[in-house]
């Protein structure tokens, strides 16, 4: 991320009207001649000469609330009067990193925007106490003023910017404690949140700009398919319909507007030809993963038990598969893209605005600095955006248009021509002495390689590199006195890559599971049981993460308290389960379900107890939405909707057959945020999905005795 590895910079005058302040470590602004570069998209803050506070936010705001805390921990640190806070929109540029995913924006930013917040405050002390001919330490700031409490003094920050400008910046200037935190911590209300509810905010389906065309776009259905017929006259008759370009990618339809687009592409109807006898299948799929599940290949964790370790006398195993999946954003993709010569300006809903700049201009020819990317809101992220096949096409588009050219993908677009969720299946078993006391854990993930973007074949013989593919897998937390884990890479064809949590949602789901049939198999209390595995070493080291299973007691400490676990009676048809990770060791989640199965054994989610640790908590009304927003991304995953593979296309199209949580499905929800010691805020976007499926299954086999080992749960 463009501030997650940089130190603090520099400072930089605005002219007389403002102070800069610049956090990244990239096109450092020096002195007056920089008056030219200011307004270059970097990561920088400004205060102007009417007090007002700009962040430049180099993350993007995909529902998130990202915006908000990254405000808030600037704020707090300038000691900005929060009211007048104003949020740009950072661009790409060379060396920058705008990426937003992995759960990382807010401990990225976290120490930068301190810093620059904190310099700009001793900058504008200083200025005051200069201007006031005063000991600098008998001024202070607060709420967008630098006060003198002897003389009753008081300055506005904008009055003092032109003299604060030409200060030195400090290099380590003096960050607040956290005991002195006004803004951090308290509930707040979404900065952009207005704009938002009343429709002033701007999506990337909003974009209009003078001159632009609209396109649809059809696209093969599966790799190498070939145009067997076309109705090019139909589609031409369309009114509005302006021509029809053959490209690489596909048949695009350029029309007056959208509409007319979608009706061309629909008279066009084109039929492509039929699969080969090997196209990818999904049914297929299943068998080869499901075997290689019995292998052991990659070894991703080895403990071998102490001595003096009781031997194996019993082995309980299962088998745990993980279907595909769709994103599914409410935004379908989009993309304005305007190519004029050897230059392009894109507006994109995207997360990963370099990439975007760097794979358009390879298309074009053309440096990558000659790629305007402007970001917008966007309307549903989830690892989906991380692709920017969608902005090659419009752009693919705009050159052979001549013009500007907005690209909207349709829901069946969307649904079955984006990369997906790959499958996998999990191997588990576990060894139980005479006595019946687990003494070991085994687990084998056989799942597929990222394929939207090159793999380094150097990283592959990395052991490490093998725990990212296996999360929640490798750094199973619970004390066995033997663990292994594998992963096994069975090739995949199409395209998949990042989804909500990534990897971590299909090993979280069979390792909480299996925990639970261990717990059966011992006649142990599932909550109880989780609660005895995590004694031993407070912490403990599994590859590259450190797992402090004193955090992970306490959340599920938290949830077995709050929902009356060991009190509250469950009726008939009704079942409770439970499930915790603890995600990269840095945020741990746990969650009580309450489900209830119907006559025809539909099953739905009645109550979720959610408690969460995640370090120092910036926004709570920002980790309460995540929370409730992984839950009911989890209900969906676990009991709606999956993609299936036929004649190498996905068979499932729009909201029909691939079904998500609706409003109707939202169960009561409780989120309690579990005090931590933890110095530094973790990340919130990924953590809540992976406990919630598992916790759902378990609930399910305790209202019903049938084990879950596939999802997602039908009837």
């Known amino acids: 991320m463009i501030t997650s590895r940089r130190n603090f910079l520099k400072t930089a005058a605005f002219g007389s009207a403002s102070l800069v302040i610049g956090f990244d470590g990239l096109s450092l602004l020096k002195g007056a001649d920089a008056e030219t570069n200011l307004f270059e998209p970097s990561n920088w803050i400004r205060v102007d000469a009417d007090g007002a506070v700009s962040l430049t936010i180099g993350k993007c705001e995909m529902g998130q609330g ?93 009055s003092l910017v032109s003299d604060a400008a030409k200060l030195q910046v400090p290099e380590n200037p003096p ?33 209009k700009i003078p001159g632009m065309l609209y396109a649809s776009l059809e696209r093969p259905p599966f790799a190498g398919a070939k145009v067997k017929r076309m109705h090019e006259d139909k589609a031409r008759a369309v009114h509005g319909v302006r021509s029809i370009i053959k490209l690489p990618r596909g048949i695009a339809i350029i029309a007056d507007n959208t509409w007319a687009a979608i009706k061309g592409r629909t008279a066009l109807a084109v039929e492509w030809d039929d699969p080969p006898k090997d196209a990818f299948d999904s049914d297929a799929h299943w068998k080869r ?67 975007l ?23 549903g992220g989830f690892g989906r ?9 419009a752009a693919d ?22 990369h997906f969720q790959a499958a996998s299946v999990h191997y588990l078993s576990a060894g139980f002495d005479a006595r019946g006391m ?65 990897f971590a949602p299909s090993s979280v789901f069979a390792r909480e599971c299996f925990i639970d049939e261990v717990a059966q198999a011992r006649a142990a209390d599932p909550l109880e049981f989780r609660l005895q595995l995590l004694k031993g070493a407070d912490v403990i080291k599994a590859g590259s993460t450190t797992v402090d299973r004193r955090r992970l007691r306490r959340v599920l400490e938290t949830v077995r308290d709050k929902s ?43 109550r979720v107890v959610a408690a969460v640790d995640c370090g120092r908590v910036v926004n709570p009304v920002g980790v309460e939405q995540q929370m409730e927003s992984g839950i009911i991304w989890g209900i969906s995953s676990a009991i709606k909707g999956e993609i299936t593979f036929r004649g190498g296309a996905a068979q499932q199209g729009t909201f029909a057959d691939f079904a998500v949580a609706r409003m109707r499905d939202t169960p009561a929800i409780e989120v309690h945020i579990v005090g931590s010691d933890a110095p530094l805020p973790f990340g919130m976007g990924e953590p809540p999905v992976p406990p919630i499926v598992p916790a759902i299954a378990n609930a399910v086999f305790a209202a019903t005795g049938m084990r879950i080992r596939r999802l997602p749960i039908r009837p």
């Open 66 to 158: 990202v915006r908000t805390s990254l405000a808030m921990i600037l704020a707090e640190e300038l000691e900005a009067d929060w009211t007048k806070i104003r949020l740009v929109q950072a661009k790409p540029r060379p060396g920058s990193d705008l990426g937003t995913g992995g759960s990382d924006s807010i401990a990225s930013s976290w120490r930068p925007l301190r810093q620059a917040g904190a310099a700009a405050r001793e900058m504008l002390i200083t200025a005051a106490a200069t201007r006031w001919k005063v000991d600098r330490a008998s001024c202070s700031a607060a709420r967008g003023e630098i006060l003198h409490p002897p003389s009753n003094r008081r300055l506005e920050y904008g």
């Open 175 to 207: 960050l607040k404690n956290a005991t002195d935190f006004k803004i951090i911590g308290q509930r707040t209300a979404r900065i952009d949140g207005p704009d938002i509810v009343c429709g002033k905010a701007r999506y990337g389906i909003d974009v």
């Open 289 to 355: 993963l499901e075997a290689a599940s019995h292998e052991t290949r990659f070894i991703t964790r080895d403990e071998k038990a102490p001595s003096g370790t009781a031997e194996v006398t019993k082995t309980i195993e299962a088998i745990y598969q993980y279907p595909f999946y769709a994103h599914a954003p409410v935004e379908t993709m989009n993309c304005v893209a305007d190519v004029r010569g050897n230059r392009c300006t894109i507006w994109a809903p995207t997360q990963a605005p370099e990439r």
């Open 357 to 379: 700049q760097k794979e358009v201009a390879k298309l074009l020819g053309i440096g990558p600095t000659n790629v305007d990317v402007n970001i917008t809101l966007i309307g």
């Open 385 to 393: 955006r991380l692709g920017v096949d969608y902005a090659i096409e």
């Open 397 to 418: 588009i705009s050159r052979a248009a001549q013009a500007p050219v907005q690209l909207l993908w349709s829901r069946v677009d969307d649904m079955k021509q984006g």
């Open 438 to 502: 687990p003494v070991s854990w085994k687990h084998t993930k056989a799942g597929s390689f990222h394929n939207i973007s090159p793999l380094d074949p150097k990283e592959m013989r990395d052991t490490a590199w093998y725990q990212d593919w296996s999360w929640g897998c490798y750094d199973v937390p619970y004390n066995f006195p033997a663990i292994q884990t594998a992963y096994v890479p069975v090739d995949l064809t199409v395209k998949h890559g990042p989804w909500r949590s990534v």
């Open 564 to 606: 009356a676990w060991d009190h509250r009676p469950v009726s008939e048809n009704r079942g409770r389960g439970v499930a915790c990770n603890a995600y990269f060791g840095r945020t741990y989640i746990a969650y009580v379900v309450d489900v209830m199965t119907d006559h025809d054994n539909n099953v739905r989610v009645e």
